[in-house]
């Protein structure tokens, strides 16, 4: 429900193409009659993409946010309570530890710190100031992925042993945009790996070790989009949906170079334990040739559960050996207490579903607005988020512990890179970072 509250006064800051991709999750729960935020700032040292966004902000939202370069001019557009931080990864940990220190509530798009260090001081300054931390992680906010997690809580394939969660493809496409295929920037398997480090956790529980070997197999990356002009695209064939979710990035991808040097990781292949016993073979490829594959399946005691693609609408599949495959309403009896919460009820049309059909971007749209929303809501309750700072630091942990096992040619605890000890393969990155 809409708060009674005065309005939270929020500004974006960083003003690209997660900017623009934020700002129609606030519009959504605007549209909703959910949002307890006032849009009262935008802020990028880019000034273009600044004005780009309050621009889309008068359209959208009916209210044009005031602009600023950086976080001091920001401070002068008046009393601002609290950020999203959709920056490029290297100036998470700079912009949030300024913002927390200012007294401001910070929502930081993931990965939360581009190293385990930088995450740190994300922590620190936090803890410091008393400020919510929150973490904009959408897939476990999927209403498929919160009907998955009713299910394995109900014990309906008993205790959980194996989790399968292969995704392989891509070839040497460019995936959205040049600095994701680069090591100091952030790297394809860090950028996606925290999406899929946070679900397994949310799945199965606290990661405790991961045995790794990391490739880096396409060395020069392409852009289809390269060079068109604004509504000239490539074909699908060319892998502009994959590369630009929603749309939303092409015009910026079409002012980057046709062809780069990738200097980032593009593949692992994992065996990760959980505290629980259970244990996840882990295969993220992203220039696999030939067949793309897509699989996420949990295992237990009793019967297995095959998850569909996050953002799909698709149904779960229940195997319970000596019976049927369950993959419709008879999930929900399974699960009687099951609902969602009220936010994401009010903006998928119901709070016990088993599938629902909607375009990417619709769905894109809304868990963003669901992650505003619980924001917004542990800012007025006054209390720590679902995701917050130590679950977005464990994300980049878990990521990074598949590239500190390959350094470190042996199996690594999440803790050691979590707590910073095991690093040499972050430290050229954290040199680059001054930290």
């Avoid at 009659?33 to 993409?49: H, K, R, T």
């Avoid at 007294?103 to 620190?124: D, F, I, N």
């Avoid at 040497?172 to 860090?190: E, P, T, Y």
């Avoid at 397994?200 to 068109?228: D, W």
Wanted: glycine fraction near 10%; proline fraction near 3%.
């Amino acid at each position: 429900m809409a708060s009674t509250s005065p309005p939270l006064r929020l500004a974006i800051v960083g003003c690209g193409g997660m900017g623009h991709r934020h700002l129609y999750g606030l519009a959504e729960l605007q549209r909703a009659g959910l949002s307890p935020f006032e849009l009262v700032g935008v802020c990028d040292p880019v000034e273009e993409n600044a004005r780009s966004l309050a621009a889309q902000a008068q359209e959208l939202l009916g209210r044009r946010p005031d602009t600023a370069a950086d976080l001091e001019e920001l401070s002068k557009v008046g009393e601002v309570c609290a950020i999203d931080l959709t920056t490029l990864p290297q100036a998470h940990h700079t912009v949030g530890v300024e913002a927390l220190q200012r007294g401001w509530h910070v929502m930081s798009e993931k990965p939360m710190g581009l190293t385990a260090r930088a995450c740190r001081l994300m922590l620190a300054a936090a803890r410091d100031s008393g400020r919510v931390l929150s973490v904009a992680e959408n897939y476990r906010r999927d209403p498929i992925n919160r009907l998955a997690r009713a299910l394995l809580d109900a014990g309906a394939i008993g205790d959980p042993r194996l989790m399968i969660h292969h995704t392989l493809g891509g070839g040497d496409r460019m995936l959205i945009s040049v600095w994701r295929h680069q090591k100091n920037a952030s790297g394809l398997l860090l950028d996606v790996g925290v999406h899929f480090a946070d679900i397994m956790e949310y799945f199965l529980g606290r990661a405790e070790s991961v045995y790794a070997q990391t490739r880096l197999h396409e060395k020069i990356r392409k852009n289809p989009v390269a060079g068109k002009k604004a509504g000239e695209r490539a074909g699908e064939k060319d892998g502009v949906a994959a590369s630009s979710p929603g749309g939303i990035y092409e015009r910026w991808q079409r002012q980057m170079p046709a062809e780069f040097e990738a200097t980032a990781e593009d593949a692992g292949y994992a065996t990760i334990l959980f505290e629980s016993g259970a244990v996840a073979q882990y295969v993220e490829d992203h220039a696999a040739r030939g067949e793309s594959i897509w699989k996420r399946a949990i295992f237990g005691s009793r019967g297995s559960l095959n998850l569909p693609g996050d953002r799909s609408g698709k149904r779960l599949q229940l195997f319970v050996e000596g019976a049927a495959t369950i993959d419709d309403e008879r999930l929900l009896e399974l699960v009687p207490d099951f609902r969602l919460d009220d936010t994401t009820a009010a903006l998928f049309g119901g709070d016990r579903l088993f599938e629902y059909d909607l375009e990417f971007t619709h769905t894109d749209r809304k868990l963003i607005a669901v992650e505003y929303g619980e924001f917004g809501q542990a800012i007025l309750e006054d209390r720590s988020p679902e995701v917050d700072g130590e679950q977005g630091a464990r994300s980049v942990a878990l990521a990074y512990a598949l590239m500190e096992s390959q350094t470190a040619a042996r199996s690594v605890s999440v803790d050691e890179v979590l707590d910073d000890r095991t690093n040499a393969y972050q430290e050229d990155i954290n040199t680059s970072l001054g930290i």
